[in-house]
């Protein structure tokens, strides 16, 4: 069983910082992609940005330049550094990691979510 727990969500003001965690534990051999994932009210949820295990990212366009992706492979650990915060970056982050266990079952594990609200 995998167990994803994200934190470091809150309420900051435009053009504010936050850093957001994402721990994970279990039966874990190997962790390959993990990523942030958010969801604004009536939206649908959207891939913010990724990292692999060897730390190739990807980020989404309305992110880039802003947001930061890191991982600490020996913590099992995923960050995701944002900066120039603006309202529109408001919604419930998702951690997800792609991760194969010790019984060699490949799972896609989700977090609970953390709200980021950017506003005044």
């Known amino acids: 069983q995998v167990h994803v727990v994200e934190s470091g969500g809150g309420l900051v003001q435009p053009g504010g910082s936050l850093r957001l965690s994402c721990a994970t534990s279990g039966s874990i051999l190997t962790i390959n992609t993990m990523g942030w994932y958010r969801q604004a009210p009536e939206k649908e949820r959207e891939l913010v940005a990724s990292?692999?295990?060897?730390?190739?990212?990807k980020y989404a366009d309305s992110v880039k330049g802003r947001f930061t992706i890191s991982r600490d492979n020996a913590k099992n650990t995923v960050y995701l550094q944002m900066s120039s915060l603006k309202p529109e970056d408001t919604a419930v982050y998702y951690c997800?990691?792609?991760?194969?266990?010790?019984?060699?079952?490949?799972?896609?594990?989700w977090g609970q979510g953390t709200q980021v609200t950017v506003s005044s």
């Open positions: 997800n990691v792609d991760v194969v266990s010790v019984y060699s079952a490949r799972t896609s594990a």
């Open positions: 990292i692999t295990s060897v730390g190739s990212t």
